[in-house]
């Protein structure tokens, strides 16, 4: 009986906080909903669509691995790769191996990888 009259509590002060940040949104002009990927604006004269900014891509973990053997000039261990992302052995190896199949790396020694170019 305890939880309910405590979550109805909850769901109270949790409203009452939405109103709040309601009020707070209009005074600071900004709408009440949050953005969408496109936006209509109706006037009397025509329509006009806004568009949401362009999200940024995350670099993946490859993509760090990647960078670095495209650094180097003269090839990269997986030593090297460990020490400068802090991924593990088994990690590294396994991009090194998904990359080079897929034509990004080549090996120029044993164990020596360099980027295409």
Same mark, same amino acid.
């Given at each position: 009986?305890?939880?309910?009259?405590?979550?109805?509590?909850?769901?109270?002060?949790?409203?009452?906080?939405?109103?709040?940040?309601?009020?707070?949104?209009?005074?600071?002009?900004?709408? $009440?909903?949050?953005?969408?990927?496109?936006?209509?604006?109706?006037?009397?004269? $025509?329509?006009?669509?806004?568009?949401?900014?362009?999200?940024?891509? $995350?670099?993946?973990?490859?993509?760090?691995? #990647?960078?670095?053997?495209?650094?180097?000039?003269?090839?990269?261990?997986?030593?090297? #790769?460990?020490?400068?992302?802090?991924?593990?052995?088994?990690?590294?190896?396994?991009?090194?191996?998904?990359?080079?199949?897929?034509? $990004?790396?080549?090996?120029?020694?044993?164990?020596?990888?360099?980027?295409?170019?």
């Amino acid at each position: 009986m305890t939880m309910i009259k405590d979550l109805q509590a909850i769901s109270n002060k949790l409203t009452k906080l939405a109103n709040q940040t309601e009020k707070l949104a209009a005074e600071l002009g900004k709408s $009440k909903k949050p953005a969408a990927k496109s936006v209509q604006t109706t006037t009397k004269a $025509k329509t006009v669509t806004k568009k949401a900014p362009a999200k940024v891509a $995350k670099k993946t973990d490859t993509d760090k691995v #990647l960078e670095i053997i495209n650094r180097s000039k003269k090839g990269v261990d997986t030593a090297t #790769l460990m020490k400068k992302t802090g991924f593990d052995q088994k990690k590294v190896r396994n991009m090194l191996n998904r990359t080079y199949k897929q034509g $990004k790396i080549t090996r120029v020694g044993k164990g020596i990888y360099v980027g295409v170019k």
